[in-house]
């Protein structure tokens, strides 16, 4: 059973950064790319970037280019995303997903963040 | 970046009527290897959205045969056949053909 399991929610301080994991089983890590999705309180889905597991290839919107980094650990099937130097506008709801070529099969739980002082 | 525009529904629906939501794209999705990059996700309250229909038309497994998706390059609609209260929810189209990849801004369904 494919699960994606994501770290927990974070409250951080303006300025600051927050690492998330998620945690992949139940398939071959290195196979697909993880994908990162941003929802803010009920708003949208947006997309940050992926990451090639097998070999740390990254791919981000530009928007998210100096905000967002995309790592992966092949040792202990996770992927990992930082923000930094966070704002009101990153407190949201952030979901890795498994994408096998042309859609997004699998999804985490989500990891809320909430950036306040 | 390619824009999606989705259509609202007239919510409430009934239950056991039909539903087409529909999503228009700034591009054509159409591949050259013949096969149209829009996915259609569901979002149930409070959980994280579910692949229903991806290539445009072809169904996910497990996915009921309630939902239907069709159009054309750049213009597309998700057809649920009598809706359920199960089936309420934002729903998300999404085109794949480029990055940065992109969504629609939801349709919302409510089930009377």
């Known amino acids: 059973e494919v699960l994606l399991q994501q770290s927990g929610a974070e409250l951080v301080r303006p300025g600051s950064s927050v690492k998330i994991s998620c945690k992949a089983s139940g398939y071959t890590f290195t196979d697909y790319y993880m994908h990162w999705v941003k929802q803010r309180p009920e708003q949208g889905l947006v997309w940050i970037g992926r990451?090639?597991?097998?070999?740390?290839?990254?791919v981000y919107a530009e928007k998210f280019k100096s905000k967002a980094t995309l790592t992966a650990d092949k040792s202990s099937n996770t992927a990992y995303m930082q923000l930094s130097s966070l704002t009101s506008e990153d407190t949201a709801t952030y979901f890795c997903t498994r994408g096998p070529g042309w859609y997004f099969d699998f999804w985490g739980p989500g990891t809320m963040v909430t950036v306040s002082s | 970046d390619i824009v999606m525009t989705q259509g609202a529904l007239p919510n409430p629906v009934p239950s056991g009527e039909s539903a087409s939501i529909t999503c228009q794209s700034s591009?054509?999705?159409?591949?050259?290897?013949?096969?149209?990059?829009l996915n259609w996700y569901l979002q149930r309250p409070g959980q994280s959205p579910q692949l229903l229909i991806y290539?445009?038309?072809t169904r996910a497994s497990g996915v009921s045969d309630r939902f239907s998706g069709s159009g054309s390059g750049t213009d597309f609609t998700l057809k649920i056949s009598s809706v359920e209260a199960e089936d309420v929810g934002v729903y998300y189209c999404?085109?794949?053909?480029?990055?940065?990849?992109?969504f629609g801004s939801g349709t919302k369904l409510e089930i009377k």
């Open positions: 290539w445009m038309s």
């Open positions: 591009k054509s999705l159409l591949h050259s290897n013949g096969k149209t990059y």
């Open positions: 999404q085109q794949f053909l480029e990055y940065p990849l992109t």
């Open positions: 990451i090639n597991p097998a070999n740390g290839n990254t």
